[in-house]
């Protein structure tokens, strides 16, 4: 009798080619056994719906080691224009022949780029996509890349919101504007406050923890307390009653996580001081944000001595870059 054989492709195509064998003794046993052929997969050999969909499956660093071998395959527009909707999921609405004439995959570089140099000097990296014509010179381009680029540095966010309001960047729109529209695309609905708060300045976070201007701080906490109101409409408090407990909640962390501070604050005292400055009388829910904060940890994050972000991405993509004008062989 006959072998059945089954031949089965694996998805990285510059693996060696498993084939299968099934085998059948004299007792009528069956056994498979598995053999390494010596021939490697073409992808150009194959239907080009197939050699996209296993293309399909590499992310950006192995698309560029592909692009080395089958050059015009994992050159496909489609293939890159994946890749940048999956990490910069707002340029969903962003078409780079309308503004631009750029392929997806350049989109991919500008971005990933961006982010490297952002990550050293927020400025530069803003600039550096407004030149390439990837963001619009205005508050919604900006404010949308701050929000929802994956992987920018917390400290550089803040860096280029501190921006005094009367100063001007290389940009024509002034950092408060951006901020404004920044917060609009936060959402803290059903959140509640502490949560909300940490969430916001773990994403913004300044260099000098509680040393930061005041006015920087201001700001932020005023434009915060504004949106948190926005998103819980049913809440009993003003405005204005949410910005002073931000900042009781700002002292109560620094004061319960900082080792050079013996007497820590208790929980009658951050009672009293904020019952004082906001003229709530709900003492069960101030005492409630002490509790919350004293065992869930600190809310203002910092990381003494830092001003820039390490590198959070691979920067082998970038330096793949070159290998991309390699011929196929």
Not at 32 to 57: A, G, H, N
Not at 72 to 90: H, T, V
Request: with cysteine; charged share 25%; glycine share 4%.
């Amino acid at each position: 009798m006959g072998n059945l054989t089954t031949y089965i492709i694996e998805r990285n195509p510059y693996v060696l080619v498993p084939t299968w064998y099934r085998k059948r003794d004299f007792n009528g046993n069956t056994k498979s056994e598995k053999l390494w052929s010596s021939k490697t997969l073409d992808l150009r050999k194959l239907p080009p719906e197939l050699s996209l969909s296993i293309l399909s499956k590499l992310n950006a660093t192995d698309l560029f080691l592909a692009s080395c071998v089958w050059k015009d395959l994992a050159f496909d527009d489609l293939l890159w224009k994946n890749l940048c909707f999956g990490e910069w999921s707002f340029m969903r609405n962003f078409n780079p022949r309308e503004r631009a004439s750029m392929t997806y995959r350049e989109l991919y570089l500008y971005l990933d780029e961006a982010r490297l140099v952002f990550n050293f000097n927020s400025s530069q990296g803003i600039r550096y996509l407004i030149e390439k014509e990837v963001l619009r010179d205005c508050k919604e381009d900006i404010a949308a890349y701050l929000n929802a680029a994956s992987g920018l540095c917390p400290i550089q966010r803040w860096h280029y919101l501190e921006k005094n309001s009367s100063r001007k960047t290389f940009s024509s729109i002034l950092s408060y504007e951006v901020l404004e529209e920044f917060m609009k695309r936060q959402n803290f609905r059903r959140q509640f406050l502490p949560d909300a708060l940490r969430n916001l300045l773990s994403r913004v976070t300044s260099p000098l923890g509680a040393l930061q201007p005041v006015s920087v701080l201001e700001r932020l906490i005023d434009k915060f307390s504004e949106r948190y109101i926005q998103c819980n409409p049913g809440l009993p408090y003003e405005k204005d009653h949410v910005y002073m407990i931000c900042f009781s909640l700002i002292l109560l962390s620094v004061d319960l996580s900082s080792p050079n501070v013996k007497n820590k604050m208790s929980k009658r005292e951050f009672i009293r001081n904020t019952r004082d400055a906001t003229g709530l009388h709900d003492t069960e829910f101030l005492g409630l944000l002490y509790d919350y904060v004293y065992t869930n940890g600190h809310i203002a994050f910092h990381e003494p001595n830092q001003t820039t972000c390490l590198p959070v991405v691979n920067p082998s993509v970038i330096a793949l870059e070159r290998l991309v004008s390699v011929r196929a062989y």
